[in-house]
């Protein structure tokens, strides 16, 4: 372009000069689709906000399980599911399904009734047989009494990994779990 006069000075373009409205989305070459359930990421992409947290699952027992003296017992939900979207719990067992690796947050509990002065009960989850140390609870007695345990732990799960919630008491001999205490559930965190 031709200039009469003096040629002005090159001066860099800032958000002040560009007027409100000016810049049209074609002009970003953003890609995907743009509508009321989508955002405008950094990466100039759109992307739909949040999703699912499935699989998930929760189930309550309907029966107590027999803990023994110091064993870790699996605790058994007799299919009192309470909801389970992918059919990924059966039994006792959550088992990851194929294409679902990730990080899942499960919040498990039970009590285990008439314990003894100084006696202790735990909760712990089992993956994939091994005890996962991470997720273990532990509630003392200071006299004759039932202990009452929730937790909550977030595992990073791969397809095929299975977790049990089990129980542990050192009283002497067996004792119950509770059942209107007993609960296990889970849910794939969205990442």
Known sequence: M????????????TSADIQDGTIALADLSATGTKDATTFLRGDNTFASAGGTNTPSFKASASS???????TYTTITFDGTDVWD?????ASNTFTVP???????LFCY??????LGDGDFSEIILAVNGTNDESTR????????????????A???????DTVVLKGFHNYGSNRDTATGQTSFEGFKIIE
């Open 2 to 13: 031709a200039y009469i006069g003096k040629v002005p000075t090159a001066v860099p373009l």
């Open 154 to 160: 977030i595992l990073n799960l791969s397809a095929g």
């Open 85 to 89: 979207t992918d059919s990924v719990f």
């Open 109 to 114: 509990g039970t009590a285990i009734g008439n």
């Open 137 to 152: 609870y532990r509630e003392q007695t200071g006299v004759a009494q039932t202990t009452i345990m929730r937790a909550a």
């Open 64 to 70: 107590v399980t027999t803990i023994s003296n110091a």
């Open 98 to 104: 194929s294409g679902e690796d990730g990080k899942y």
